[in-house]
C-alpha cells in the first residue's frame, strides 16, 4: 500500500497484511466505535492482552473471531509470529484490556517491529483514560505530559517526581488504587501542599467519580478511605514563581544523592553549602 491508498484507507473492512491497533473502551461498553467492530470482526485474528476479557466485548456485539493472546509476558516470543502471519497476507487486530494499546498496554514494540520489515499499521482510534482524565480535568490540555505509572525504582521514580514538581505543564498519571496514597504523599513532597490535583475513578462507568482539591487537602480526605477502581490523576502545572522554592526541591535531592552515597548529613550540608554559597543550617534542615 503507497502513501495515496494509505491516505483514503477509510473503509470499514480491514486489509490484508495490515497490522490494526484498535481502541476499546476503558469501562463503558458502549464507548465503542463502528469501525472497530468491524475490524475485530473481520480481521483474520484478534491478538489480546486476556482474551476472557476481550470475549465480552465480543460477545456484547456477537462478535465470533480468532483470538490469541498477546501480552507483556509473551510479547517477545509471540512478534516475530505475528510479523510473519502479516506478511502471509493476513490481517491482525490488537486489543488491549481496556483503551489504547501501547498506551501503558502491550503493542509499541510490536508496532515498531511491523513498521521495521515494511508493514503498514492502522490504529482505529478510541477512548483512553489519561485524555478522558484531562479533558474532564479543565486544566490546561494544549500542552501537557503524561508519565503513566511512575518507575518503583526509588532513584528513578525520585527524579520523574523531580521534574513533575518543575513542570509548567498539566502533567497526568496512572496509578493503581492501593499505591494512590504513598503517591499524594510523595507528590506533596515534591510540589508542595497547595499545588492543584483532581483524581478521576471509575471514568465512563457507573460509579464514576472526581475529586478536585489541593493536595493538603486530598491527602486529608482520602486519608481513612478505602480506594478501589481504576485512577488517573491529572496535577496542575507549576505556577512560574519563586525560584527559591525550587532550588530548594532541588538541594534536598542533591543532599538525598549525598546521603545515599554514604555522606553524614552534616558532612552533605556542609559540602553543599560550601559548593553553592549558602548557610549550612538552612541546607542541614531540609531533610
Ligand atoms: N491503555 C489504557 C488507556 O488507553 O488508558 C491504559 C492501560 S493501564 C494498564 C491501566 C490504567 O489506566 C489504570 O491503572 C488506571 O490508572 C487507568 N485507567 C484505566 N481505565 C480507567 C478508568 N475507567 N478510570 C480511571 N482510570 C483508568
Redesign the pocket.
Known sequence: MNNDSLLSHRGEEPENGILYMV?TP???LNDISQRALNILKNVSLVACEDTRQTKKLMSRYQIKNHLISFNKDNSFKKIPKIIDYLKSGKSIAIV??????????PGEDLVTSAKFSGLNVICIP????????LVSSGMASSRFTFE??LPKKAKERQKILLEISKSERTVV????PHRIKKLLKELKEYCGGEREIQI??????KY?EHIGTNLDRMLDLIVDKEII?????VIKGMEKKNDFEFSKIELKQELNELIDAGLSLSAASKYLAKKKNLNKGMIYNLF
Open positions: 481502541g476503558i469501562g463503558n488491549s484490556d481496556a483503551g489504547l494499546p501501547s498506551i501503558c498496554d478510541g477512548p483512553c483514560a489519561a485524555l478522558t482524565a503513566g505509572f498519571l496512572y496509578e493503581s478521576f475513578r471509575e471514568l465512563t462507568k464514576e477502581g481504576e485512577i488517573s490523576i
